[in-house]
């Protein structure tokens, strides 16, 4: 199925040497879908870019060559589908898009069947795209990776969790989400986003630049059952000695074993490190839970295509609330 005549080109941002981690806007022709391959052609409205991503094409090249178009987080309108697809012509959708394939800073896109879903009815575009990335980072954490249990599971109920970078895009749904399953959640973030921070549910919230991890887990009662970390390197190295014994460290970062410190007891820790996989039937509970309001996804800042360096810089600042949005409708 397609829908009406669509312009031949595009307008692009296109990283044009995998070495730097420079960005260009230039017109491109519009992909072409493989229909047979559950290929959705998506008309983009707002695209978001992810903390380092310009770094990944040098140090994690896609297995076969691509057109090097950044951002894999997307909302828009379907405009060509698959016949059999649950995701007609006209459909409001939203996805993270696998990296294999180019991403989608573009005014129109690719995404596959089973990474799409229809976006929350309740949420803007803007807001839309603020979702797929870090709202499924934080739902493999939780229940596919740290073996605890699903969304529904009893073993939550009391289990402490710690999330640092607890303001920043993967942070605000670990710490929403884990709050509806019945865990405590303590925070890390900057003094500004203190009240923030346990506005979104955080029971405890810990301000890094006043208060020391390693002193705060030697308090009666401080260790935790889990952390989900999402800075790394100290921050990383430091709640290590926040875990209980059997606990389970989570790193969406750098392998935890990479900073364990010297000198910590043998407390039998279970450490992860992984990169979410763009899941539809992931997704879809996500979204029934926005569409519920017992989670909400959390914008920085919108800006149009053309001021992509602007964006770029204000995400690498790293102290941006929540996501940074480009939005293709504007100024064209």
């Not at 730097?20 to 493989?34: A, G, K, N, V, Y």
């Not at 020391?212 to 989900?228: F, I, K, T, Y």
């Amino acid at each position: 199925m397609s829908s009406t005549t669509l312009p031949k080109t595009m307008r692009a941002l296109l990283q044009p040497n995998s070495e730097e981690t420079r960005l260009i806007q230039t017109t491109l022709d519009i992909p072409t879908p493989d229909l047979n391959a559950n290929e959705h052609l998506i008309r983009v409205h707002c695209i978001s870019p992810c903390a380092k991503e310009l770094h990944w094409l040098k140090y994690f090249p896609p297995p076969k060559p691509r057109t090097q178009i950044p951002c894999y987080d997307i909302a828009g309108t379907v405009v060509k589908s698959p016949q059999n697809s649950p995701f007609g012509v006209g459909d409001e959708v939203y996805a993270r898009t696998n990296y294999i394939r180019p991403g989608c800073a573009s005014d129109y896109a690719v995404a596959v069947t089973d990474e799409l879903a229809h976006r929350p009815k309740n949420l803007s575009w803007a807001e839309s795209t603020a979702v797929p990335l870090s709202a499924q980072t934080a739902w493999q954490a939780l229940f596919v990776q740290s073996g605890i249990g699903d969304f529904g599971s009893q073993e939550w109920k009391g289990k402490r969790v710690l999330v640092t970078a607890a303001s920043g895009g993967v942070g605000i749904w670990v710490v929403q989400i884990a709050r509806l399953i019945g865990a405590t959640v303590i925070g890390t973030c900057g003094s500004r986003n203190v009240d923030f921070v346990k506005g979104l549910g955080a029971s405890e919230v810990i301000d890094y630049r006043k208060t020391d991890l390693r002193e705060w887990a030697q308090e009666p009662g401080s260790q935790v059952d889990m952390v989900v970390d999402c800075v790394g390197g100290k921050s990383l190295a430091d709640v290590w000695w926040c875990m209980k014994d059997g606990g389970v460290l989570i790193s969406i970062f750098q392998p935890p074993e990479q900073v364990r410190p010297e000198g910590l007891d043998e407390r039998s820790v279970k450490s992860v490190f992984f990169v979410m996989q763009p899941k539809r039937e992931h997704l879809e509970p996500i979204t029934e839970l926005v569409e519920a309001g017992k989670c909400r996804p959390v914008v920085d800042s919108i800006w149009p295509l053309e001021l992509f360096e602007e964006a770029f810089e204000r995400l690498d600042g790293g102290h941006a609330r929540g996501k940074i949005i480009l939005d293709l409708s504007l100024n064209q």
